[in-house]
């Protein structure tokens, strides 16, 4: 097993302004909007207005932000025995506790407050929930209660799309659901695909993922069959009549390629696939809702 030294002490040093911006998970963030952007998109047949748009990803970012640097606050013991997060902020005593909350409740209230005023009640209301369940539920309680903790906590990650359908139309609908239950059944393949890679790390620091808990094997056949799941789901926005043909044959394309990744990773045992599929995951749901948005704009233009 591989053996990483612990940060075994916090440099005190003051805070930058890089900081705070690693509290706020970025590209986290930005996979989280683009999302939402092509969910706003695929509410209306033209473009949605630009100030909307704009305001939107504002408010959803700076809550998203402020669920990421609430994360980081309840996070810091287990992130400073774990190689990959040690470096962070808080664990390195760069930003105290005390800073970190302030500065993500500033974030959290700006950001639903800007929806609540500038968009609509609903889409405040939803975007609440969503930080309340990735800041609360899943990091304070499922990410250290069970091994399912991502396949529970994930439905607060799958939103961004359903706010930004919300956020146009101001109403639930079933093609909004759709699109956040096709990054739903991402997340799992996505996420432990990650944990495979760095199963000593979350055993260092007593997380239940399912490598630990289950073993790896488990683990990559439930990764496996997540992936089928997921290819499924992203054949429905054709065939009930939210995308046309030019989403059918690029997401098929995509599809066979995490397929293949799917399955190479439940196959073969080389150290360094399980990492390659977590990037590529990233790619592959970013590639998805690009192919959904000029499929879109290419029906509407004709």
């Not at 639903?112 to 968009?119: D, G, I, N, Q």
Request: with cysteine; charged share 10%; proline share 6%.
């Amino acid at each position: 097993m591989a053996t990483y030294p612990l940060v075994k002490s916090r440099v005190e040093v003051p805070a930058g302004w890089r900081d705070y911006l690693a509290l706020c998970k970025l590209r986290v963030v930005a996979v989280m909007l683009l999302t939402l952007v092509v969910g706003m998109c695929l509410a209306t047949p033209e473009l949605p207005p630009l100030g909307l748009l704009l305001v939107t990803n504002l408010g959803v970012g700076l809550a998203a932000a402020s669920a990421a640097a609430v994360n980081h606050v309840l996070d810091q013991s287990i992130d400073a025995r774990m190689a990959r997060t040690a470096r962070r902020p808080l664990p390195q005593g760069r930003i105290g506790s005390l800073q970190a909350v302030i500065f993500a409740a500033l974030m959290g209230i700006t950001g639903v407050a800007l929806l609540a005023v500038f968009v609509n009640p609903l889409t405040a209301w939803l975007t609440l929930a969503s930080l309340i369940g990735y800041a609360f539920v899943y990091t304070a309680f499922l990410k250290r209660a069970t091994p399912q903790n991502i396949v529970i906590g994930g439905v607060a990650g799958a939103a961004p799309p359903l706010l930004g359908w919300v956020a146009v139309t101001g109403q639930v609908t079933a093609d909004a659901l759709l699109l956040m239950l096709i990054i739903f059944a991402w997340t799992p393949p996505h996420f432990w695909a990650l944990c495979i890679a760095r199963k000593d790390d979350y055993a260092r620091a007593g997380i239940p993922m399912l490598p630990i808990t289950h073993g790896e094997q488990f683990t990559r056949l439930q990764i496996l069959l997540y992936t089928v799941l997921t290819v499924l789901l992203t054949l429905l926005p054709w065939f009930v009549g939210l995308s046309g043909l030019i989403y059918l044959i690029g997401v098929l394309v995509i599809d066979m390629r995490f397929l293949q990744w799917a399955w190479r990773l439940y196959r073969c045992w080389d150290a360094a696939d399980p990492m390659r599929m977590f990037r590529f995951s990233i790619l592959y749901i970013m590639g998805l809702f690009a192919i959904l948005l000029v499929d879109h704009y290419w029906i509407t233009s004709m």
